[in-house]
């Protein structure tokens, strides 16, 4: 991705605006994984609010880390528990929305071609 690429200064000279450029773009592009690190950057940046809030949209998306980054914040004392809780029900809703038998057959092959 081109926001990792621009951190680590891979083919492209590092450039933490253009990092968070690409990074914002892939976040609004559905990328739950992209809205996690948001998340991240802005709790490193000291904005617990934005954080929560891109951490809470990467939940919404089933995006584990999330869950283990807002149950952290609840811990500190950022979120309140009934935002925890929403954030953990929605989490479970986008899980299950993603099951299906082809997924898990799909799962169960390549788990079994790993064991070989």
């Excluded at 038998?101 to 071609?113: D, G, H, L, N």
């Amino acid at each position: 991705n081109l926001s990792l690429l621009y951190h680590l200064g891979k083919g492209v000279e590092k450039d933490s605006g253009k990092k968070l450029h690409h990074l914002e773009e892939a976040a609004i592009g559905g990328h739950p994984n992209a809205r996690y690190n948001l998340g991240i950057e802005e709790g490193n940046n000291g904005n617990m609010e934005r954080k929560v809030k891109h951490l809470i949209i990467a939940a919404n998306q089933g995006y584990d880390d999330s869950i283990k980054a807002l149950m952290e914040a609840f811990k500190r004392g950022f979120i309140y528990k009934e935002v925890l809780a929403d954030a953990l029900r929605a989490h479970q809703t986008a899980v299950d929305a993603t099951k299906s038998p082809q997924r898990e057959a799909a799962e169960e092959y390549y788990r079994k071609k790993r064991c070989r």
